[in-house]
């Protein structure tokens, strides 16, 4: 799920995502140096054949190369004051800098390495991106998907699925940063200093570059924007391969998106208790009979489930499944905070993305969703730094910040975190009972709700016809379990309107 690989930045923790972009927003995208028409393994090639089951002794043969294009570098004797710095050249980043600098604002990008490749897939739904004009940065799509709720039960959900070319999606938006004068800077902001009317970063190069406006595209684990409440995030957590296999079970023409079954825990006592209290699931995007991405994933716990944990699950379930891997041609770790508290709003630094809290607090989902509001938070920022009359300090962070959290959207947020809350309540059968209702509602609402679109009042009526499809002891199990979570959710947002 884009959900389960969301990107993370060169500024973010050193860690992966499935989800998102959607679950887009685990919540991806086939390697940029990975031909996916020629990964047959040639009669010279050594093979790093693993025990049955097992690719964990397999080593990832892909190296992440840098881009090759030609950007706009900050000239060392350039010391001119910016009207934007944003920081980090991740999707947002990049999204908010050519949005912004095509209208004559002058911006500068500052990233560790600008030209690196991102490191983890992104997967979305093919309308997500459609509507965005970004239909051709998918390089492989599947007209389904489907939910196995157990080994008796499997949903098919008729909405096509992709997974997103991340060199491509880095290459149009470099180019549209190049084509309106976006400057590129490349070291790691250490410090940042607000004053009234300006903002300094200090890079670690000892260059210290001011502007009217920074915005923070760094990713989660920024420490940049301020929060002024505890952050108590689930978090999802995911182990991925791109792998060549023998063969695999999958449907060429459809996308894994959750299997829930635990047959594969059969011989496997201490998992099987484990996975009945803090459920895992497989994702899967089968390319051809030999190659697929294969993804273990925790939607979502607190604490954290641990890695070694979720690797032993997948080792379990690939074995069982008669999936012998044969290489390992990329691997990545997913680790995304999942709702919490909004930063405090407004305040001097902006953020978009992870560091703004825009990752949906229920699936983890988050790119497809930070480039449909990057341009919206970037219109803000024209609005006050492109006119005549130049809007700085706190009405700028006002309207920048409010642009990106109107009052509508801060409300379906807390829905989005009940969501969330609900789920970290539930065992396995809860869970398979939860989304066997889920994926039975109107696809107005379910749809709605995987990409974060669904209003204030959809959301109560999406809760409503959830509650009316459920079975008995999932009806159960929102009546006991989830009261606490309902009056932290009413409490916030009768705070958030007042």
Known sequence: MEALITQLSSNSLSISKKLLSSFSSTPLTISPLFNLKSHKINATQKVQNSKYGNFLDLVPENKSEPIKFDINWLHPSDKSRFDLIVIGAGPAGLCVAERVARYGVRVCCVDPAPLSMWPNNYGSWIDELSSLDLDECFDKTWPMASVHIDDHKTKYLDRPYGRINRKMLKVKLLGGCVSNGVKFHKAKVWKVDHQEFESSIVCDDGNVLKASLIVDASGFSSSFVE????????????????????????????????????????????????????????????????????????????????????????????????????????????????????????????????????????????????????????????????????????????????????????????????????????????????????????????????????????????????????????????????????????????????
């Open 227 to 498: 929060y002024d409440k505890p952050r108590n995030h689930g978090y999802q957590i995911a182990h991925g391969i791109l792998a060549e296999v023998d063969e695999h079970p999958f449907d060429l023409d459809k996308m894994l998106l959750m299997d829930w079954k635990d047959s594969h825990l059969g011989n496997e006592p201490k998992l099987r208790v484990s996975n009945s209290r803090f459920p895992t699931f497989l994702y899967a995007m089968p390319f051809d009979s030999n190659l697929v991405f294969l993804e273990e994933t925790s939607l979502v716990s607190r604490p954290v489930l641990s890695y070694k944990e979720i690797k032993s699950r997948m080792v379990a379930r690939l074995r069982h499944m008669g999936i012998k891997v044969k290489r390992v041609i990329e691997s990545e770790k997913c680790l995304i905070p999942m709702g919490g508290p909004l930063p405090v709003i407004p305040q001097p630094m902006m953020g978009i993305g992870g560091s703004a809290g825009l990752a949906h607090p229920s699936t983890g989902y988050m790119v497809a969703r930070t480039l449909a509001l990057a341009p919206i938070l970037a219109d803000s920022i024209v609005e006050c730094l492109g006119s005549t009359r130049m809007i700085r300090g706190q009405p700028l962070y006002h309207r920048v910040w409010n642009g990106l959290w109107p009052i509508e959207r801060r409300l379906t947020r807390e829905c989005y975190t009940f969501g969330m809350e609900t789920l970290l309540k539930l065992d396995l059968k809860g869970t398979r009972s939860f989304f066997d209702a889920f994926f039975d509602l109107n696809p107005k609402y379910w749809h709605g709700f995987l990409s974060s679109r669904l209003s204030l009042k959809e959301l109560v009526m999406l809760c409503i016809s959830l509650f009316v499809h459920s079975s008995s002891s999932t009806k159960l199990d929102i009546v006991t379990k989830c009261p606490a979570p309902l009056v932290k959710m009413m409490g916030n947002l009768v705070v958030e309107s007042v």
